[in-house]
Every structure is written in C-alpha cells, then in structure tokens.
C-alpha cells in the first residue's frame, strides 16, 4: 500500500486502546446550553458552545458553535453554511482563515444520515474522494464514523441493565485508536438543536437550516414525533426552498424528557413558547407554526395567548376537543374514569400504552377551542388544511374553524386520510404556498 492509500492524519493526541467520552448537557460546571464531552473520570475534556447570531444577521452568514478544550480555549470553529454543508477553521469565532476541513451532507431521512468530510492544508490529499465518512441514525444517537473501511469513532446511546428504552439526552463517544485528533472527532458529531423548556426538561429537534432568518417550526400530533413522515417532508421542502425549519418532539414524546400524558395542551403551548424564545435569543424570527392534529390545536392555542405570531397552520386539528375520546377510551370512559381514578389504554398485544387520569381527561375536556379561536388576533393569517377523507377527524371540523376564525383559509385535500399518506405532495404544496406569500407580505410591509 503506497502513501496516498493510508488514513490521513491529523496532528494531536494519539490513544494505544478506544477512548470513552461521555456526552451530556448535565455534566457538572458545564454552562448552561453547552455539550460537555467527559472522560470516564468524570473530568470535562471538551464542550460546544453556540455562538448568538448578532444583531446584523442576515441570509449570507454562517451559523456557528465553538469547541473548546477543559481550559475553555478555542479549538474549531463550526460554521453551518447552507442547506447541506459546513466548514471547520482552526481557533475562535471569527477565525475563517485556517479552514481544517469541509462537510457535505449526502444523505438525509428519517433513518439514516451520510456526511462525507473533506481535510483542507496538509492533511488534504485527494479533493474528490472525503478523507472520511460519516453514517448513522440521528434518532438512535448512533453514528460511525469511517477512514476507509477503518472504523475511527462510534456513538451510541447509553443503556442500563433495567431500561428498556434509553433517554437520549446523554449519549457515549468511543474513539479508537489511531492517528486522529480527538477535537475533531468531536467536531464532526455535534450537529442537534436542544432547548429547555419551562420545567428544566430537554426539548431535542432537527433544525433544517437554508440560512434565512425566518424560521417555520413544526408541531407533531397526539403520542407522535418530529420524525413524523408529514414533519420531515415538509421541513424539507421548506428547506429546499430556502426557507427554515426547525422541527421537535414536546415534551414526553420522541427523543425529548417528560411524562406523556393524554392532555397537556397547555403544556405544549409553554414548550412551543420555550422554542420561539430560544430563537428570539438567536435574533431569528419565528413567522408561521405549524401544528398537525393535535399539534394544530396546539398552536391555535398559542396564537391566541400570544399575539405576536402572524401566521399559523392548522393542520387537522380537532375543533371540540370533547370529542374523538369515546373511540380511544370507550363508550363509558366518564365512568369508569370516575370510579377507577384512570384507564390503561392498551394496544393489541395487551400491552399497556398511556394511562388516562381524571386529571388529564378533565385538561382536554375543559378547553374551550372555539373561545381561544376567537381571541386570536384579527392580522394573524391561519390557514386550515383537511382531508376530505380523514378516518381520525371529521372534516367538518375544518368548516368550522373556517366559520369562527376571521382571518382566514381554507383547504381541503381531496381523498387524503388523516396522515396525509397518499398526498404528501399537495400538502407540501400547500404550505409552501401559504409560508411564501406570508414572507412576501412581510416583505412588502418592511420596504
């Protein structure tokens, strides 16, 4: 094998056998929205910190984060700069001289992610073949990452004998031995967006950033994700379009923490408003939210407890929140809630999937959807899209927000079923459509 044949190497610290980092948000003396990266010993090695967008942000900037090692100095910079690709340079933000290597992303669905990484300078050798690759499932929190057929590093989530699911807020890093810097083998592995929300429980979301200041965030139904088909479909073609999207799971579904329970509507309002507060921190402008099912319901709700969003779609959402309770618990679900104190819901196996209390029957039941309709602001754009079909939710419910609601669009989907299964593609159509024409009506009013 001559020399353009072995692994490329870059200058740092070597390891005779794998070296274990574990990856947390909650690792002692590590700041508030930082990842700290520590050894077995419990002693922080690295963190990523996020770096504000500053006030003069606009469409050709780059989104950054900062590695740093245990003393706090500057070892990369991350700069995000498009849909598909971002660049690593040597030192601190502003450093975008000493380029140490470049990523495209060649591959993204719900189940796998491909990155392939290229060095730059002298560790650069063939520009048209990557130096490295990156394969993996953002879900699992497992990703390898290869130097040829040779295996360099591999993440994987952090299971104990008694869990059958492992939360995902903490995830391990083994890095085997080999030539490789550690820093940037921990470079190439932070790419998630976490936000807390009101409790202190960590929000996870998929952020598909085309570099626009606005963002469009998306809201799963009822025991969903933001790995919904009808989610991720849509953030990407938003994101094609050049327009951002940030999708994630509330609290207690998905990959975030919580308890799921069977109301938690005004739960969900507050996380929704823990993600618009994150990106107003960022200098980034939330223009429509987006709910499916419930998730319609959800961000109804919002606008009509903050009027400052101006533009919502309700993407069959469920009108009296009354109904559709029957069908899940049963026709004597008030009773027997009555005199039991709750109901196991359980799928066809017999296995146990959600418990309903009084408590949580009574928040869904108490809320009062076409009162909140009727409070949301008067210059807030809503639009509702239904399928005619729809074996979940009547389509009638859409009329009748369309009755209530006074600035406002209708949309029926012709023969689609609630999940939209077989028209994806007219949905997507349908709110782009919506999303544009609330960006050049922004556009307008600016100039």
């Given at each position: 094998?001559?020399?353009?044949?072995?692994?490329?190497?870059?200058?740092?610290?070597?390891?005779?056998?794998?070296?274990?980092?574990?990856?947390?948000?909650?690792?002692?003396?590590?700041?508030?929205?930082?990842?700290?990266?520590?050894?077995?010993?419990?002693?922080?090695?690295?963190?990523?910190?996020?770096?504000?967008?500053?006030?003069?942000?606009?469409?050709?900037?780059?989104?950054?984060?900062?590695?740093?090692?245990?003393?706090?100095?500057?070892?990369?910079?991350?700069?995000?700069?498009?849909?598909?690709?971002?660049?690593?340079?040597?030192?601190?933000?502003?450093?975008?001289?000493?380029?140490?290597?470049?990523?495209?992303?060649?591959?993204?669905?719900?189940?796998?992610?491909?990155?392939?990484?290229?060095?730059?300078?002298?560790?650069?050798?063939?520009?048209?073949?990557?130096?490295?690759?990156?394969?993996?499932?953002?879900?699992?929190?497992?990703?390898?990452?290869?130097?040829?057929?040779?295996?360099?590093?591999q993440t994987s989530l952090m299971y104990k004998l008694h869990q059958?699911?492992?939360?995902?807020?903490?995830?391990?890093?083994?890095?085997?031995?080999?030539?490789?810097?550690?820093?940037?083998?921990?470079?190439?592995?932070?790419?998630?967006?976490?936000?807390?929300?009101?409790?202190?429980e960590k929000l996870v979301g998929v952020l598909h950033d085309s570099?626009?200041?606005?963002?469009?965030?998306?809201?799963?139904?009822?025991?969903?994700?933001?790995?919904?088909?009808?989610?991720?479909?849509?953030?990407?073609?938003?994101?094609?379009?050049?327009?951002?999207?940030?999708?994630?799971?509330?609290?207690?579904?998905?990959?975030?923490?919580?308890?799921?329970?069977?109301?938690?509507?005004?739960?969900?309002?507050?996380?929704?408003?823990?993600?618009?507060?994150?990106?107003?921190?960022?200098?980034?402008?939330?223009?429509?939210?987006?709910?499916?099912?419930?998730?319609?319901?959800?961000?109804?709700?919002?606008?009509?407890?903050?009027?400052?969003?101006?533009?919502?779609?309700?993407?069959?959402?469920?009108?009296?929140?009354?109904?559709?309770?029957?069908?899940?618990?049963?026709?004597?679900?008030?009773?027997?809630?009555?005199?039991?104190?709750?109901?196991?819901?359980?799928?066809?196996?017999?296995?146990?999937?959600?418990?309903?209390?009084?408590?949580?029957?009574?928040?869904?039941?108490?809320?009062?959807?076409?009162?909140?309709?009727?409070?949301?602001?008067?210059?807030?754009?809503?639009?509702?899209?239904?399928?005619?079909?729809?074996?979940?939710?009547?389509?009638?419910?859409?009329?009748?927000?369309?009755?209530?609601?006074?600035?406002?669009?209708?949309?029926?989907?012709?023969?689609?079923?609630?999940?939209?299964?077989?028209h994806q593609a007219e949905l997507a159509s349908a709110v782009l459509?919506?999303?544009?024409?609330?960006?050049?009506?922004?556009?307008?009013?600016?100039?």
């Amino acid at each position: 094998m001559d020399d353009s044949d072995s692994p490329p190497v870059v200058q740092g610290a070597a390891s005779l056998i794998p070296v274990d980092l574990f990856v947390s948000k909650k690792h002692p003396g590590v700041p508030p929205g930082d990842l700290g990266f520590a050894d077995s010993s419990g002693d922080i090695l690295f963190r990523v910190a996020r770096v504000p967008a500053s006030r003069d942000w606009n469409t050709s900037a780059s989104r950054k984060k900062l590695l740093l090692d245990s003393s706090g100095s500057h070892l990369i910079s991350l700069h995000r700069l498009d849909k598909r690709s971002w660049k690593g340079f040597e030192g601190g933000e502003d450093a975008e001289k000493d380029m140490i290597f470049r990523v495209k992303r060649t591959v993204s669905t719900l189940c796998r992610t491909e990155l392939e990484v290229f060095l730059t300078g002298q560790n650069s050798g063939d520009q048209s073949k990557p130096d490295f690759k990156v394969k993996g499932c953002c879900f699992q929190r497992s990703c390898t990452i290869y130097s040829g057929d040779s295996i360099v590093a591999q993440t994987s989530l952090m299971y104990k004998l008694h869990q059958i699911h492992a939360r995902r807020n903490k995830f391990r890093l083994t890095i085997f031995p080999g030539s490789i810097d550690h820093a940037l083998v921990v470079a190439l592995v932070v790419q998630r967006v976490i936000i807390p929300n009101k409790d202190g429980e960590k929000l996870v979301g998929v952020l598909h950033d085309s570099g626009s200041k606005e963002i469009v965030i998306l809201c799963h139904g009822f025991q969903c994700s933001k790995d919904h088909r009808a989610m991720v479909n849509l953030a990407t073609t938003l994101e094609k379009e050049g327009i951002t999207a940030f999708r994630f799971d509330f609290s207690g579904n998905g990959e975030s923490e919580g308890s799921f329970a069977f109301g938690n509507y005004k739960k969900e309002v507050d996380d929704l408003r823990s993600v618009v507060e994150h990106f107003a921190a960022e200098n980034r402008v939330v223009t429509v939210m987006l709910g499916h099912s419930r998730g319609g319901g959800v961000v109804l709700l919002y606008a009509s407890k903050f009027h400052s969003i101006r533009a919502v779609v309700n993407t069959s959402g469920r009108y009296d929140l009354k109904s559709g309770i029957k069908e899940r618990l049963g026709e004597d679900f008030l009773e027997r809630i009555k005199r039991e104190g709750f109901i196991d819901v359980k799928n066809r196996a017999g296995e146990v999937k959600f418990r309903v209390t009084e408590a949580d029957l009574m928040d869904r039941m108490n809320i009062n959807m076409h009162k909140a309709c009727q409070q949301i602001d008067k210059d807030c754009r809503v639009l509702t899209i239904h399928g005619s079909a729809d074996e979940v939710i009547p389509v009638g419910d859409a009329y009748k927000f369309a009755k209530i609601i006074p600035n406002h669009e209708l949309h029926i989907v012709e023969g689609a079923d609630h999940g939209y299964k077989l028209h994806q593609a007219e949905l997507a159509s349908a709110v782009l459509q919506f999303v544009k024409s609330i960006l050049t009506q922004d556009t307008g009013a600016g100039t």
